[in-house]
């Protein structure tokens, strides 16, 4: 394996050529329907860089959208997927198991939240599992209704766009969706700042809010599940008012409704915590994982207590590829590299790095309303001056000010003004540090 430089480097202006043809050759033949953040073509990437086949070395605040945790090509994931793939690529595990499968199963559920007996059970993508965690509740519960929240993203399949709060680009056009699907209000600090100090600040006022909409509008009675990600993330990556988690989680509990943390986003260190659900002792009775759970092999997990896991008949779930042997094996791999090289404790020293200066540099502009998230999943919220009025427009072009100067930045939000940050845990503090700098000069330029 040749070692990737870690270093920014400009061979070319961004696109560079090769890109473009490809970029052409892309237009003609994939569907318009699927986009891209940025119009460079990948030849390799690892530690905290992304190169493209014009030769350019781009710093990654990425990761895939929060994939590559651990690093792309990480060693041991590299190791272990050769290893697997020359064994056997597939048996499926309905068909012939192996025993990657029940490896990552025990993993899951010895590493996510609560000391009760718990199972889990693989599928591909996040959206794929989130639809089995309902379909999960559901026979647990003999109930229905599932809510959601606002701002929410849960996927682009039928169901998972129902749980899904944001019609443009996620929704418009595609529907009618999932019936029995409701959305109750989050904890939005820096947007609830407008209904009172105590909406903004006290987690346990924004929950009484969301659950008397959920008991009006629904009613426990009829309510199967709660999903909810525990720090949004294509959302805006909002954290929730500290206490509105553990309350929710406490109303479900006290009215048989399956509390589902969807950490397809946060989970596997991403956040300073095995878990996010863990920054607020909160035991989900379900838990959803997918994205880092596997350093960019399709993998995603349901895992919870035992009861609830088991309720559905013998062959109620499954699927061609879930769990897939060479998905497990770079799993497994995942899990050790985070456990042995102390990525946990990593993500936290990241958020230290980043809030530092992002703090700086919101002291000094006025158009950068809020700086939030945890860990390695960072952002800043975009303002126009001095207000809380969205500048999605200022975002954009920040985003690609830092894409021409070699630095990949995501944008999320419900208004399109979250710049996020999800640098893999890999990526070295001279690099992070550039990175910030590069944004500094965009957005004092702008
Ligand atoms: N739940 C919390 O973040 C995927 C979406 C990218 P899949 N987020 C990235 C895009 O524009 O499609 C996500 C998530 C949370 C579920 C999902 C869905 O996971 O693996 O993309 O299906």
New binding site residues.
């Given amino acids: 394996m040749t070692i990737l430089e870690q270093s920014r480097f400009l061979a070319t202006s961004i696109p560079g050529p090769r890109s473009k043809e490809l970029m052409d050759r892309k237009v003609a033949a994939v569907s318009r329907g699927i986009g891209n953040t940025m119009p460079v073509y990948t030849a390799r990437a690892g530690g905290g860089i992304v190169e493209d086949v014009d030769g350019n070395r781009l710093i990654d605040l990425g990761s895939g ?1 929060a994939v590559t945790t651990i690093g792309n090509a990480s060693p041991r994931v590299v190791e272990a997927v050769r290893k697997q793939v020359a064994d056997f690529t597939h048996t499926c595990f309905m068909v012939t198991p192996y025993e990657e499968y029940v490896a990552v199963a025990e993993a899951l559920n010895r590493l996510t939240p609560g000391d009760f007996e718990k199972r889990s059970a693989l599928f591909n ?4 599992a ?1 639809e089995n965690a309902v379909k999960i509740a559901r026979t647990y519960t003999h109930k229905q209704a599932v809510v959601s929240f606002d701002h929410a ?4 399949t039928n169901l ?1 766009m129902a749980l899904t709060a944001k019609s443009m680009p996620y929704k418009h056009g595609f529907g009618p969706f999932a019936p029995e699907i409701y959305r109750a209000p989050l904890s939005y600090p820096f947007r609830d700042a407008e209904f009172g100090k105590e909406m903004a600040t006290d987690g346990e006022v924004a929950a009484r809010r969301a659950i008397s909409v959920i008991e009006k509008q629904v009613g426990a009675a009829n309510l199967a599940a709660v999903i909810i ?1 525990p720090i949004q ?2 959302g805006g990556f909002i954290v929730p008012a500290d206490g509105f988690l553990p309350a929710l989680l406490d109303w479900c509990a006290n009215n048989d409704v399956v509390f589902i943390a ?1 950490e ?2 946060t989970g596997f260190a991403r956040t300073g915590a095995m878990f996010a659900c863990e920054h607020e002792g909160v035991v989900p009775d379900l838990i959803v994982t ?2 880092g759970i596997a350093d960019g092999l399709p993998l ?1 997990a349901v895992t919870g207590r035992a009861e609830i896991m088991d309720a559905p008949h013998v062959s109620g779930l499954g699927g061609t590829y879930g769990g897939n042997p060479v998905a497990c094996a770079a799993a497994l791999a995942t899990i050790e590299t985070i456990e042995s090289d102390g990525l946990v404790a990593r993500a936290a020293q990241i958020e230290q790095v980043m809030k530092d200066r992002l703090h700086r540099m919101q002291a000094e502009d006025d158009r950068i309303g809020d700086v939030r998230g945890r860990g390695a999943m960072i952002a800043m919220e975009i303002v126009k001056s001095g207000t809380t009025e969205p500048d999605g427009e200022l975002t954009g072009k920040l985003a690609a000010g830092c894409h021409t100067a070699g630095v990949i930045v995501l944008t999320c939000g419900t208004y399109g003004n979250v710049l996020r940050f999800l640098p893999p845990l890999s990526i070295s503090d001279d690099l992070l540090i550039e990175a910030l700098d590069v944004l500094a000069l965009v957005l004092a330029d702008l």
């Fill in positions: 959208i993508s996040g959206s794929e989130v993203y849960h996927g682009r998972t990600e993330g294509e969807d397809v986003q997918a994205k995603s």
